[in-house]
Structures are given as structure tokens and as C-alpha cells.
């Protein structure tokens, strides 16, 4: 019976040492981008917004669905449009739901938003910086850049 005992403590140790060059947790292994389509929007269009979450780990990562979110601001910084500060929380029956997004090994999941009409058209024309982001300021990607123009008359 003794022997089977510093095999076992032997096999327990390593186990809890395995994985201990990997991220604190999985929220900080995703890495955020964001593009717009298209890169130049006429005033009273609309731009599709997508953000994309990318797992470079070789394992499946899983964290919280929302928020995944984008704000664009101009050149002085100020939003115009989106937000950085969206809470995010599902109530069914007075109970919270967990709704986990679950990201393969090297995989990634985009999500579409759109930059409304109503939004580009009220805007000053020019050009402007996009961020997607997820979760909390510590996740937020490079900027895209987006420009918008009034519409070429023939």
C-alpha cells in the first residue's frame, strides 16, 4: 500500500502544475479585432461592424457571451456612436442565465452589428476610429478606421 502512495502525490503535483504558463483565465486568452464594412460610409448608410474573438490557445476556451460590444469616436475622442460601457445581464424568473461562448482551439466567432442610417446621417462627415471590445477596457482591439462622406452628385 505504501508504495502506491508517492506514485499518487507524484501524479496529484504534476497535475497542478500542468498549465501554469497559461493565462490567468480564459477571458484574458482571446484576442479582439474589428473591421468595418464598408470603409467609407455615404451619410444616411449604414456600416456593417464586425468584431471578431479569437482563441490562439490549443485548448477550448469558454467565457461569458456578452457584452461583446463597439464603440467609434472621432478624432478629438469622443463616442459617437456604440459604448464602452455596457452592462450585460439575462433575467429569466428573477435568475440570472449564463449563456457561455465556447471558442475551439485556434478558432474564432464574429459578431454583426450595424452602424445605423440614422446614426451616420447625424454624425459630422469625416473620418473615424472603430473598436470592438469585450467584456472590460482591458480587452479592446486596434482601431478600424471608418470615414464618412456626403453622397457624390453626378
Known amino acids: 500500500m505504501r508504495r502506491w502512495c508517492l506514485p499518487a502525490l507524484l501524479v496529484a503535483l504534476a497535475a497542478s502544475c500542468s498549465d ?3 493565462p490567468a483565465n480564459d477571458l484574458d486568452a482571446l484576442q ?3 473591421q468595418v ?10 456600416a456593417r461592424i464586425l468584431v471578431t474573438l479569437r482563441n490562439p490557445l490549443p485548448r477550448t476556451v469558454e467565457v461569458a457571451s456578452c457584452p461583446v460590444f463597439f464603440w467609434v469616436q472621432n478624432v478629438q475622442g469622443d463616442v459617437v456612436a456604440g459604448s464602452r460601457a455596457v452592462y450585460c445581464a439575462a433575467a429569466f424568473a428573477n435568475t440570472f442565465v449564463y449563456f457561455p461562448l465556447r471558442l475551439k482551439p485556434f478558432r474564432s466567432q464574429t ?3 450595424t452602424w445605423t442610417s ?5 454624425v459630422p462627415l469625416g473620418q473615424y476610429d472603430v473598436y470592438g471590445w469585450f467584456t ?6 486596434q482601431p478600424a478606421q471608418v470615414s464618412v462622406v456626403v453622397a457624390a452628385t453626378p
Open 20 to 22: 501554469s504558463t497559461g
Open 32 to 34: 479582439v479585432s474589428v
Open 37 to 46: 464594412d464598408p470603409q467609407i460610409v455615404i451619410a444616411g448608410s449604414a
Open 111 to 113: 459578431i454583426e452589428f
Open 118 to 122: 440614422a446614426e451616420t446621417q447625424t
Open 136 to 141: 472590460s477596457p482591458d480587452h479592446v482591439s
